[in-house]
């Protein structure tokens, strides 16, 4: 059983397009989580959610946006998709509160021609 | 602006003997660190953590020293298999409460274990 599953875990798109990825977790966590990992392989975390609250980067286009229909998922809506977006979108889970132990998702590699 | 730095992209070490990799951090708020291993193709896992209020944590193989007034941070893996393999990844906390949406991750090492 996949704690923290996402899909699709590759997607090839044109520039200008809106896609999503969709994640869903089964540890009964609290608050979910997208981080970006770009060419330079940098871990960043994009949003952080749960039932409450939504704290965002400050960073983050908002050509992006999570959607949470209940607390086991967590999606990731990317509209009018630019070059630069093209990196792997890990997302993760944890109890809401702790710094610590995050679980992720296998990822998902966005490339935009 | 790096608050988490991993100065070397990859090690590479004999199996059986100790793989030390090296972390660095900026800023004084951070006093919870973590160690993250990553295989190829999959999500990174935590492997082992450390408050500030320790210098030494250790699990098994694996080893995390911390040394708050260098903000230097280390993990040893003794002795080292090639299972080890992977991209280990070191991550910063400001606190161990009030959410990951704070953590700061390095840019991970790469180790490869040679049999």
């Known amino acids: 059983d996949t704690a923290v599953s996402q899909t699709p875990k590759y997607l090839v798109t044109q520039m200008g397009n809106d896609k999503s990825i969709k994640c869903e977790q089964n540890?009964?966590?609290?608050?979910m989580y997208w981080y970006k990992q770009d060419s330079k392989k940098f871990l960043k975390i994009m949003f952080s959610y749960n039932n409450k609250e939504l704290i965002i980067n400050e960073t983050v286009p908002n050509r992006f946006s999570p959607k949470s229909p209940d607390k086991a998922h967590l999606n990731l809506h990317i509209n009018s998709l630019e070059l630069g977006d093209s990196a792997v979108y890990f997302c993760?889970?944890?109890?809401?509160?702790?710094?610590?132990?995050?679980?992720f998702g296998e990822g998902s590699r966005l490339t935009v021609l | 602006d790096q608050q988490v730095k991993q100065n070397s992209p990859s090690l590479s070490v004999q199996e059986g003997r100790i793989s030390i990799l090296n972390c660095d951090y900026t800023?004084?708020?951070?006093?919870?660190f973590l160690w993250y291993k990553k295989y190829p193709a999959e999500g990174p896992t935590f492997l082992i953590s450390?408050?500030?209020?320790?210098d030494k944590n250790e699990d098994g193989r694996f080893t995390v020293f911390l040394n708050k007034s260098a903000k230097h941070l280390s993990l040893h893996i003794v002795p080292s298999q090639p299972g080890d393999s992977a991209v280990y990844f070191c991550a910063a906390s400001p606190s161990t409460q009030g959410g990951s949406e704070k953590l700061v991750f390095g840019k991970g090492t790469k180790l490869t274990v040679n049999p």
């Open positions: 800023n004084s708020m951070f006093d919870y």
């Open positions: 540890l009964g966590h609290d608050t």
């Open positions: 993760a889970s944890s109890h809401r509160g702790w710094a610590g132990e995050l679980f």
């Open positions: 450390i408050s500030s209020i320790k």
